[in-house]
């Protein structure tokens, strides 16, 4: 046989094999984020950093991992903090890698409520006397009392932060975060829901919050989508759900910028534009007129006309 194609074929043979060998969570470097020997003074890691990924996280979080799968979840660092001569008192520490920021930020919008106690740490936080959670570049971090219903404020922040500065330096909010920053949005209860908006498969993800325009209360909501074509796709299946479901359909536009207004069945008085690659909405409004505006200031963010 040709020695250049037999050189090919021990070659080509060692490539399947490492392909076939599965990710050894274990040698990932999300190991070292996790500070040692302690993460405040005092608290003492206890054992060892144990790593998790999409394929046993099940056995650290059975009823949770569902949440994280769809938001890109990649590995798990874990490990418990004990308190110096009070080995029954520990901080639980979790740090998430996800498929990006905006990943990291769902996951951590999940847990928040609104009016939480903002934490300065991470791109965004918040603290209770039980736990601190935060989001950073791509990852989430998750600090919870183990033991004891409380820990000392300090204590979490001087965890956090000494977790926070071995994470990739916060760049900021995700872009489509900032999109939703307009007059009227209520701060802190932005979420990003990685699958199925609304509880309709064809607004596959997106972002929403609460919000007040003109006095009236309503959710408002963005779809960005790969393309202006998919983002058409997506308003026209909601279109022919609204005209088969709905009451008072109406449309308006063309082009690269139509919108639509309805009275949703689920979620009431509705009004949803596409600009471009993304569809910005309001439902849960009794005025459309409130609901236009305020989208419309979406809009105008995302550069529609």
């Known amino acids: 046989m ?45 054992d060892r950093v144990i790593p998790y990924d999409r ?26 903090y004990v308190k110096k001569g009070d080995p029954d008192t520990a901080v639980a520490a979790d740090v998430y890698r996800m498929a990006s920021r905006l990943d990291a930020f769902g996951i951590y919008s999940n847990y928040r409520k609104p009016g939480a106690s903002a934490s300065q740490v991470g ?35 001087a965890c956090g932060r000494s ?55 309503m959710q408002v909501f963005l779809v960005p989508e790969d393309s202006g074509q998919t983002a058409r796709k997506a308003f026209d299946q909601y279109h022919a759900y609204l005209k088969a479901s709905g009451r008072g359909l109406q449309v308006a536009g063309s082009g690269g910028r139509v919108s639509m207004q309805a009275v949703d069945p689920l979620y009431g008085g509705v009004f949803v534009e596409q600009s471009g690659r993304y569809l910005a ?11 236009k505006k305020i989208v419309g200031e979406i809009s105008r963010r995302v550069g529609g006309p």
């Not at 080509?12 to 993460?39: M, N, R, T, Y």
């Open 123 to 157: 791109v965004e936080g918040f603290l209770s006397p039980s736990q601190l959670m935060f989001y950073q570049d791509r990852y989430f971090v998750r600090l919870q009392a183990s033991g004891v219903t409380s820990i000392e404020e300090d204590v979490f922040l």
């Open 55 to 80: 394929d046993n996280l099940f056995d650290y979080i059975n009823g949770e991992a569902e949440l994280y799968l769809p938001y890109g979840f990649e590995v798990v660092a874990t490990a418990r």
């Open 2 to 46: 040709d020695r250049t194609l037999v050189i090919f074929s021990v070659v080509l043979s060692i490539l399947v094999l490492c392909l076939a060998v599965p990710v050894d969570a274990s040698d990932d470097p999300i190991q070292k984020i996790l500070p040692v020997p302690e993460c405040s003074q005092g608290w003492i890691l206890e």
């Open 281 to 291: 909405g309001a439902v849960r409004a009794q005025k459309i007129s409130a609901a």
């Open 163 to 217: 977790i926070s500065k071995n994470l990739p330096p916060g760049t900021g909010r995700p872009a489509e975060v900032e999109i939703l920053r307009v007059p009227g949005i209520l701060p802190g209860t932005e979420r990003y829901i990685a699958r199925s908006l609304l509880g309709y498969a064809f607004l596959r993800r997106g972002l929403i919050a609460d919000a007040v325009s003109e006095g009236e209360k």
